[in-house]
C-alpha cells in the first residue's frame, strides 16, 4: 500500500498565529502585502473634454477642418470663430518659407538672393572676409539668428565680390533688405554695442523693423514676440553669468 500524505495550502496572503509568533520574534521574514490591483480608470472621452481654445490648440490641422459641421461649434459663434483663426495661422505658418541658415551667395547670386526674394521676407546680408576675428564673431551670433527665426533669410557674401574695393576697414558690415530695398546698413562691431552677442544683433536687427521672424506671427506681432524672446534670453544670461561668478568666488 502506498505512503500518501497530503500537503494543505492556505489561501494566498494568510499567515497562521504560529507563523506571526516567529515574525514578531524576527525568526521570519515579514509577510509580503496581499495583492492590491490598481483601482479601474475609465479611459478619457474625447469627446467629455471641454470644448475651449485649449481644446483646439491641440488640433491639427486636419482635425479642425473635420470641426467645420461640429454642432457644438455652431452653437458657440467664438469657438467656432477661434477655430476659423487658429486654422488660418497654421496655414500661414506652413506656408511660411523657412531658410535655417547663413547661405553663402556669389555677386551673380545677389540680384535673385537678395534683390528679388519675396516681399515678406526680409534678408540680411553679412559683407565679410576670412580671417577677420570681428567677421567670425559676427557670423556666429548670425548663425544662432538663422536657426531660431528660420522665415528670415541670412546670407554671407566676401565683401569684395558684393562691393568692388570694399574697405577692410568697414568688415562686418550687415546689410537689411525688404522688398528689393535697403532698409538699413551697419558697418563694424561698434553697432552692436561693447560686446557683440546674439541678443544685442537681434535688439539692434529689430529696432524700427521686424526683421526677424520665426515663421509664427507676422509685422508688429512678430517684432513684439522677438522682443519680448530676445530680452528674456538676455536676462537668463545675465543670471547665468552671475550665478557662475557667485560660484567662482564661494570655490575660493
Not at 3 to 13: Q, W
Not at 120 to 138: A, F, S, T
Request: aromatic residues 8%; proline residues 7%.
Amino acid at each position: 500500500m502506498g505512503d500518501y500524505h497530503f500537503v494543505y495550502k492556505d489561501v494566498e496572503g494568510s499567515s497562521t498565529q504560529w507563523d506571526d509568533i516567529q515574525r514578531k520574534l524576527g525568526n521570519l521574514p515579514a509577510k509580503p502585502p496581499a495583492f492590491k490591483p490598481p483601482a479601474f480608470e475609465p479611459k478619457e472621452d474625447a469627446d467629455s473634454l471641454p470644448k475651449d481654445e485649449s481644446w483646439l490648440d491641440a488640433k491639427t490641422t486636419d482635425e479642425l477642418d473635420d470641426l467645420e459641421d461640429d454642432p457644438d461649434l455652431d452653437d458657440d459663434r467664438f469657438l467656432e470663430e477661434y477655430r476659423k483663426k487658429r486654422l488660418t495661422e497654421m496655414r500661414e505658418a506652413a506656408k511660411a518659407i523657412r531658410y535655417g541658415s547663413v547661405i553663402p551667395i556669389s555677386g551673380s547670386d545677389f540680384v535673385r538672393e537678395v534683390s528679388q526674394a519675396p516681399p515678406e521676407v526680409w534678408v540680411v546680408v553679412i559683407l565679410y572676409k576670412d580671417g577677420y576675428p570681428e567677421c567670425g564673431l559676427l557670423m556666429n551670433c548670425l548663425e544662432e539668428l538663422a536657426t531660431r527665426y528660420p522665415a528670415t533669410k541670412f546670407v554671407k557674401i566676401i565683401s569684395t565680390d558684393c562691393i568692388p574695393n570694399y574697405p577692410d576697414r568697414n568688415l562686418p558690415t550687415l546689410l537689411v533688405y525688404n522688398n528689393g530695398a535697403v532698409k538699413a546698413n551697419h558697418v563694424g562691431l561698434k553697432s552692436f554695442g561693447r560686446r557683440c552677442t546674439t541678443e544685442g544683433v537681434a535688439l539692434v536687427l529689430c529696432q524700427s523693423d521686424p526683421v526677424l521672424n520665426d515663421g509664427q506671427n507676422r509685422g508688429d506681432a512678430s517684432r513684439k514676440a522677438v522682443l519680448d524672446g530676445v530680452r528674456r534670453n538676455f536676462i537668463e544670461k545675465v543670471v547665468a553669468e552671475h550665478e557662475d561668478r557667485d560660484d567662482g568666488y564661494s570655490s575660493d
